[in-house]
């Protein structure tokens, strides 16, 4: 008897699952958005302590690595007794893993700033409020956009270990793609699907860079 077809590609499955795939990937940004904007709320404050306190900032950076490295696996199983099976679970989870890349971009960009810059900001007249404010965050946005921009594409990867409290987006298709006797077009067709979205994550966000920060494109032409 001859095996039953299974192909990797499949546009019939794509016109059959279409409501399941458009709900699966409004899930997808949803943990995704949530993720990187909870990593950024967290970051600010972090990086101004570091800022204000330049010996924290061993310590802070430090911490944030040790976090990055705890198994997604282990972090969920931490997590899940505290905010059980829900979105909180996933989107905490990732925003501890985007932290670092956020916090060291933010704390590097500021920190390139030159000195100079700043003197003559300040011999202006310019408060310190205003000296962060109007010269060293938009001289810094560069680098900081660009670490939300590695943060972002990570992320959307990483959002299908929320299948394991069953809100993963696509995670949750390839998960059931292996449970449902290795069904490949299933399989397939979601990860293809987070590699779209992480294509059209980076896209947009080098548009806002772009948008933001047309200087520094001037300078890297």
Same mark, same amino acid.
Request: net charge negative.
């Given at each position: 008897m001859a095996a039953a077809s299974n192909p990797w590609l499949s546009w019939s499955y794509?016109?059959?699952?279409?409501?399941? *795939? $458009?709900?699966? #990937?409004?899930e997808h940004v949803m943990l995704t958005v949530g993720a $990187?904007?909870? %990593?950024? !709320?967290l970051a600010i404050p972090l990086a101004v302590l570091v800022r204000k306190v330049p +010996?924290?900032?061993? /310590?802070? =950076?430090?911490l944030s690595g040790v976090l990055y490295t705890i198994p997604s696996l282990a972090l969920i199983s931490l997590l899940w007794p505290v905010f059980g099976l829900s979105p909180w679970t996933v !989107?905490? %989870?990732l925003a501890v893993y985007g932290l670092l890349v956020v916090l060291r971009n933010i704390v590097v960009g500021?920190?390139?700033?030159? #000195?100079?810059? =700043?003197?003559?900001? +300040? #011999?202006? #007249? *310019? +408060? /310190? &409020?205003? $000296? +962060?404010? &109007?010269?060293?965050?938009p001289l810094a946005l560069p680098t900081i956009l660009a670490g939300i921009r590695i943060a972002t594409v990570s992320t959307v990867g990483m959002v299908t270990i929320g299948a394991l409290v069953g809100y993963g987006g696509f995670g949750m298709l390839i998960l059931s793609g292996f449970q449902n006797n290795f069904w490949h077009a299933e399989i397939f067709t979601a990860t293809l699907c987070c590699v779209l979205l992480a294509v059209v994550f980076e896209v947009l966000l080098l548009a806002v860079e772009r948008f933001t920060v047309p200087w520094a494109r001037k300078q890297a032409t």
């Open positions: 794509v016109q059959d699952n279409w409501d399941t *795939l $458009v709900a699966a #990937g409004k $990187v904007a909870l %990593a950024i !709320i +010996t924290l900032s061993g /310590p802070v =950076l430090g !989107i905490i %989870a500021l920190d390139e700033v030159p #000195g100079d810059v =700043l003197d003559a900001a +300040t #011999g202006m #007249g *310019l +408060t /310190p &409020r205003q $000296v +962060t404010t &109007r010269v060293s965050i």
